[in-house]
């Protein structure tokens, strides 16, 4: 068996998109909305489902078994198939016996809703929608359409439907006020094999990586999962993406965040290390003046009213590892001054004066938004950002002496910040995090103020055995829980008040190896392979259950799975490379 050509999914779960694509096709339409029928689903402007996608026997809707594979997503009933495909511009539909309708929502306004017309340019039926911005336009291939509402305004029925009994065949494009008419198209099985193979060979080159000399049989359903979620969360540069970029979803977190992206970039290094930098310098396109990253960037809006904390020294350094190739000196120039200015943002802008830490001025900084260590107050010196400065201030002194810059100011600043962490924040016994105003300590037993375990052979070994044992009691089944479970605090699904996250789980697996815990970053991943194989890619994780919660086809989470297990994969690897050794010096 063939585990990428044999792979499929459930369209209640996964979207069936493509990498490039903007639209989907899934039941998931808005915020935890999941509809019986499949949508049409766009992310240009926002998520927005444009039409109800039903099969239909003589005018009819039926009840059909729909299968999903990454090339095709098909519907099967007795009367019938109908099978749906992305190709270079749109998707293409084929019936054979079934029907299938495209309805549109009833009202319009002048500010919502759509208008249905046919183009006497080229006969095509074309809707417009106020919600995206763009127009969804179907140019039949085969058979005829029967279109309802159209030229209407107000409220009214608005579809386009192909008959059953028949052979038919549309494509359907999202696209700007005009585009060429269509006059020629490859067979729709061509194109089902062309997306088939595109797919194998981004999914065989993410799953296997530098493991890829282990053995095929490493390869897992669930890393196939992971690759599909990736691959079909991808998207070409439009609006404000300027690279091409993994969104966390097509679901509702159809975005950008400005430290989500490190983890995709991660997974993406060894087998695509330009599409990985892309992936990691896509929000410092969006770098303000003040050095500062958007919280977030998607297709139309790009949101700076938060920040989220400076991972990306630790991430770089994790590119340059896990990258293929070297990067050239102009990409690292760019990451450098890129670097430098983000840097500077928090060393200029986010330190009160005569303090020597920087600080959060809301839980959505850290990117553990509602997390308890700021159950007493969102303005804080933490442990965490102190901890991530440091790390991307030692990357900075690296690539400048690389690069022959100076590397004084970040050598001292670096110093000085490490001196500050551990005499303000360190109480003996655990980091605390502590008010700007005031210097009170907020209690807490959050994981956030375990993450110093990223520093690894920076620690003290005395600090290092106590931020371990920290976070051996946050640990559980599935992964380590942001709340232990035995807190009054804990929520089985209070976001990051209990839940098992994946970026959590990843700094701190290589915080814990690093600083020679090993056996615990062994647990740690494992536990988190284990709430995948089971749950999926979701958002977060029940720390108890291990069901997954929220959004549940998260890229980040699929990147962290498949990053965590290409590492150990290749651990394996070199331990058997050394018992081979020593095998033959016997």
Known sequence: MDPFDDFSFDIGEIPFSRRGAWLDLSRVTGLHRVAEDIHLVTHTGGMHAVFRVTPEVDGRRVDAQVRATPAVLGWTHPAGSVEAVFDETGIRFRGRGLGLSFVAPDELTPFTGGYLFVDPLDGAVTLTSYESGRRYRFTTLAGSP?????????????????????????????????APPVTSVPGFDRVAELRRAEFRDYCRGLVAGEAA?????????????????????????????????????????????????CFNAMALASSDPDAALDQFLLPFDHQNAAGALPDSVTHSE????????????????????RASRPFSR?????????????????????RAPGHDLPYYQHGNDSGWDNSTTFDHGGVIEAPDLAAFLILQLRVLIGLSEELGHSALEWSVAERDLRAALFEQLWSGERFVARSVATGEAAPSSSLLNSLPIVLGELLPDDIAERLAASIAGHL??????????????YQDDGYWRGPIWAPSTVLIEDGLRRAGRTDLADRVAASFAAVCEKSGFAENFDARTGDGLRDRAYSWTASAYLTLRADALTRLAEDRVTADSLIGER
Do not use: C
């Open 302 to 321: 790009v949101l700076y009213n938060f920040v989220k904390p400076p991972i990306h020294g630790w991430a770089f350094a994790q590119l340059r590892a």
């Open 476 to 489: 559980t089944e599935w992964g380590p829980a942001t709340e232990p479970v035995d807190s009054p605090l």
């Open 330 to 350: 102009g990409q690292l120039e760019e990451v450098h001054e890129r670097l430098s200015a983000w840097t500077r943002f928090w060393l200029d802008y986010r």
């Open 146 to 178: 029967e279109v309802v509402g159209a030229e209407r305004v107000g409220v009214s029925a608005r579809s386009v439907a192909f008959a059953s009994g028949t052979e038919w065949e549309v494509l359907l494009e999202e696209i700007e006020t005009s």
């Open 213 to 261: 000399t282990v053995e095929a049989a490493s390869i897992q359903p669930a890393a196939v999962k992971a690759g599909y979620v990736m691959w079909s969360a991808t998207v070409a540069p439009a609006g404000f993406v300027t690279r091409e970029a993994v969104l966390m979803s097509k679901h509702w977190m159809d975005k950008v965040w400005s430290w989500d992206h």
